[in-house]
C-alpha cells in the first residue's frame, strides 16, 4: 500500500523567509504527485504537480517541488513567504492508474508572521 | 459548471443517527471519493469509486457506507453515527490519474 509522509506538522516563518516542506512517499510502483494547499476555511486547491520529465516542477504564486526519485522524495519551496501563504499543505501520491487511489499526507501547517 | 457539490454543509447528529452526505459533479469525472480530514492527520481515504456500479474501500471505511448508481452522484451513508465520526467531509472526483481532484466545499459533521 502506498504512504504519504510529510515531516513537518508546523512551521512557522517570518516573511521573505525561505521555505522547504519535506514530503516522501512509499510505494512500489509508478506515481503522479501533487502538492494541494488548503487556506483557512477553503477546500483544498492544486498547487502544483509532476507527472513526468523535468524533475524540477513550478506552480501557482512562487511555489516550486523538485522529484527526487532515488529518496522517494518531493519537497515543496518558495524562496519567499508571504503573510498570505499561511495555509495547510499537503502532499498527495496518485498510483499512475485510472483506478488509482489518491493517498495524502497528514499535512504541514504553514504559519508565516508579517 | 459547478463543479462538485457536497450536501449539507453543517450537520449535528446523535448517537445512533444515520444520514447521508451527498455528492454531486458534473464535469463526467469517472473517479469519486470520500475523505475525512481530523486535525494532524491529514486527508484519510473513506470510500472511492472508479465508476458507475463500482465501489471499493480506502483507508478507513469502518461505519460508512457508499454506492454509484449514476456517474454524477456518491452519496456516503453514516449508518449508526458516532461520536468518533466527528470530522470534516470532503467529496473529491477527477478524471483520471494522471489529473488533480477537484474537492467539494466540505460538510462539517458533529456527533453528540
Known amino acids: 500500500a502506498q504512504s504519504v509522509s510529510q515531516h513537518n506538522h508546523h512551521v512557522i516563518l517570518s516573511e521573505a523567509a525561505s521555505l522547504e516542506l519535506g514530503c516522501n512517499y512509499s510505494?512500489?510502483?509508478?506515481?503522479?504527485l501533487f502538492w494541494y494547499v488548503q487556506y483557512p476555511g477553503q477546500h483544498l486547491q492544486l498547487l502544483l504537480k509532476?507527472?513526468?520529465?523535468?524533475?524540477l516542477v513550478k506552480g501557482i504564486k512562487g511555489f516550486e517541488a523538485e522529484f527526487i526519485k532515488s529518496k522517494f522524495s518531493f519537497n515543496l519551496r518558495k524562496p519567499s513567504v508571504q503573510w498570505s501563504d499561511t495555509a495547510e499543505y499537503f502532499c498527495?501520491?496518485?498510483?499512475?492508474?485510472?483506478?488509482?487511489?489518491?493517498?495524502f499526507g497528514d499535512g504541514t501547517t504553514l504559519t508565516v508572521k508579517p | 459548471n459547478a463543479g462538485v457539490t457536497q450536501t449539507p454543509k453543517f450537520q449535528v447528529l446523535k448517537t445512533g443517527q444515520s444520514m447521508t452526505l451527498q455528492c454531486a459533479q458534473d464535469?463526467?469525472?469517472?473517479?469519486m471519493s470520500w475523505y475525512r480530514q481530523d486535525p494532524g492527520m491529514g486527508l484519510r481515504l473513506i470510500h472511492y469509486?472508479?465508476?458507475?456500479?463500482?465501489?471499493d474501500q480506502g483507508e478507513v471505511p469502518n461505519g460508512y457506507n457508499v454506492s454509484r448508481s449514476t456517474t454524477e452522484d456518491f452519496p456516503l451513508r453514516l449508518l449508526s453515527a458516532a461520536p468518533s465520526q466527528t470530522s470534516v467531509y470532503f467529496c473529491?472526483?477527477?478524471?483520471?490519474?494522471?489529473?488533480?481532484?477537484?474537492f467539494g466545499s466540505g460538510t462539517q459533521l458533529s456527533v453528540l
Open positions: 469509486s472508479v465508476g458507475a456500479g463500482i465501489t
Open positions: 473529491a472526483s477527477r478524471q483520471d490519474g494522471n489529473e488533480k481532484l477537484f
Open positions: 509532476y507527472f513526468s520529465g523535468d524533475p
Open positions: 464535469m463526467n469525472h469517472e473517479y
Open positions: 498527495a501520491v496518485n498510483e499512475r492508474t485510472n483506478a488509482g487511489k489518491s493517498t
Open positions: 510505494y512500489g510502483g509508478t506515481v503522479n
